[in-house]
């Protein structure tokens, strides 16, 4: 159904990079949204993380509203962040928690 990942963990500064995969048939159900916010509580509440970083492509506008559902703030976007795809960059630290 839905798959959620941390990648490029900064232990020393308690950030990382969360990303996720949902089947086509999950999709719009709210099960990534619902994903990422576990973990992000998980990982403030329980590791004292402070920043949970979140990339999207410009071109992916659902992946988009899955951050700014689970209550991600959009910093703005990398261009060519991925080879040579622009990425909209999220982030969400403890105090965004809903």
Do not use: C
């Amino acid at each position: 159904m839905a798959s959620v990942d941390l990648k490029g963990t900064e232990w020393g500064h308690r950030a990382t990079e969360v990303g996720y995969m949902t089947a086509p048939w999950a999709r719009g159900k709210g099960y990534a949204g619902e994903a990422v916010l576990g973990i992000a509580r998980w990982l403030f509440g329980r590791h004292g993380f402070q920043r949970l970083q979140l990339r999207a492509a410009v071109s992916n506008l659902a992946s988009q509203r899955v951050a700014e559902k689970a209550g991600f703030v959009r910093e703005g976007v990398a261009r060519n962040g991925a080879g040579n795809e622009d990425l909209v960059v999220f982030s969400l630290v403890p105090s965004d928690l809903p």
